[in-house]
């Protein structure tokens, strides 16, 4: 096989290949954790999920409630979504769906969602390294199962995890305990209360940190987790440059805990506020 690709031509086709990864950075989605419009999704899941989509969120993640939901309930919710023109690439549940007939249950609703990450929002009280332990054992033997169904688990982190307890942060033990396509959903202003390096926590898990939780923090009794995103001490621009060049994002979700404004007046400022920032 011959080709007539000249010195020019090939140095021009490189070039453009090396910047295909930062210029499909820009096309990453970006979403919203619907825990921060809890009370409004409550009350309204058509009307909420509606006005999500119209200010401009690309994904949905929904929180727990949704785990209650029958077949036909999920097969509804997708076709409102697919007429918004919005994806559901992720849930957050409890502990039960990683084990006995919540396996089931869990991957039937993700599968009509179309999602692809099953994440435990949070494992209950834990104690010590060992049970850190059996929690990667519980995300490990759930993932097995998933993965028939073309799903995966993930784990989603809150500060205890970033304390390191006994000389190990719990979430050194999660990584560790658990296969490389077991996701770990980063929370990000719960490690920077935890006085930990997000950046450094990336790189040392490439591949792995495949979809981040933009939440602030800064320090103070009226702001924690109350800031809006880009005005607390993560360093934004940093953590996305680690996110796309090392940790394997495939999309961003925005969550909220509370502001000083409304929810769907916060989830529109952060969305405008991360437009700028990230480009």
């Given at each position: 096989?011959?080709?007539?690709?000249?010195?020019?031509?090939?140095?021009?086709?490189?070039?453009?290949?090396?910047?295909?990864?930062?210029?499909?950075?820009?096309?990453?989605?970006?979403?919203?954790?619907?825990?921060?419009?809890?009370?409004?999704?409550?009350?309204?899941?058509?009307?909420?999920?509606?006005?999500?989509?119209?200010?401009?969120?690309?994904?949905?993640?929904?929180?727990?409630?949704?785990f209650s939901w029958t077949l036909d309930q999920a097969k509804d919710v997708?076709?409102?979504?697919?007429?918004?023109?919005?994806?559901?690439?992720?849930?957050?549940?409890?502990?039960?769906?990683?084990?006995?007939?919540?396996i089931v249950k869990a991957m039937d609703l993700n599968k009509m969602l179309?999602?692809?990450?099953?994440?435990?929002?949070?494992?209950?009280?834990?104690?010590?390294?060992?049970?850190?332990?059996?929690?990667?054992?519980?995300?490990?033997?759930?993932?097995?199962?998933?993965?028939?169904?073309?799903?995966?688990?993930?784990?989603?982190?809150?500060?205890?995890?970033?304390?390191?307890?006994?000389?190990?942060?719990?979430?050194?033990?999660?990584?560790?305990?658990?296969?490389?396509?077991?996701?770990?959903?980063?929370?990000?202003?719960?490690?920077?209360?935890?006085?930990?390096?997000?950046?450094?926590?990336?790189?040392?898990?490439?591949?792995?940190?495949?979809?981040?939780?933009?939440?602030?923090?800064?320090?103070?009794?009226?702001?924690?987790?109350?800031?809006?995103?880009?005005?607390?001490?993560?360093?934004?621009?940093?953590?996305?440059?680690?996110?796309?060049?090392?940790?394997?994002?495939?999309?961003?979700?925005?969550?909220?805990?509370?502001?000083?404004?409304?929810?769907?007046?916060?989830?529109?400022?952060?969305?405008?506020?991360?437009?700028?920032?990230h480009g």
């Amino acid at each position: 096989m011959t080709t007539n690709l000249s010195r020019r031509g090939f140095l021009a086709v490189s070039a453009a290949a090396s910047l295909t990864p930062a210029l499909a950075a820009k096309n990453l989605p970006v979403g919203l954790e619907l825990f921060s419009v809890r009370d409004e999704l409550a009350k309204d899941l058509t009307g909420t999920v509606t006005a999500v989509a119209k200010m401009g969120y690309k994904v949905v993640e929904f929180y727990a409630p949704y785990f209650s939901w029958t077949l036909d309930q999920a097969k509804d919710v997708r076709k409102l979504m697919d007429d918004l023109g919005i994806r559901c690439l992720s849930t957050h549940n409890g502990p039960a769906a990683f084990t006995g007939n919540g396996i089931v249950k869990a991957m039937d609703l993700n599968k009509m969602l179309g999602a692809k990450y099953i994440v435990m929002a949070s494992a209950g009280r834990v104690e010590g390294p060992d049970g850190w332990k059996k929690v990667a054992d519980t995300l490990t033997a759930a993932n097995e199962k998933f993965r028939a169904a073309d799903l995966h688990a993930g784990y989603h982190n809150h500060k205890p995890e970033f304390v390191p307890a006994d000389g190990k942060r719990p979430m050194d033990t999660l990584a560790a305990g658990t296969p490389k396509d077991v996701m770990l959903q980063f929370d990000v202003g719960t490690c920077l209360e935890a006085g930990q390096d997000p950046i450094a926590w990336i790189n040392a898990n490439p591949g792995r940190i495949n979809s981040l939780h933009l939440k602030d923090w800064a320090p103070g009794p009226d702001k924690g987790y109350k800031v809006l995103f880009g005005e607390g001490e993560a360093p934004w621009k940093k953590i996305f440059d680690a996110a796309e060049k090392v940790g394997g994002v495939e999309y961003y979700l925005i969550e909220q805990e509370g502001s000083r404004f409304t929810p769907f007046e916060t989830a529109e400022k952060c969305l405008a506020t991360y437009k700028l920032v990230h480009g």
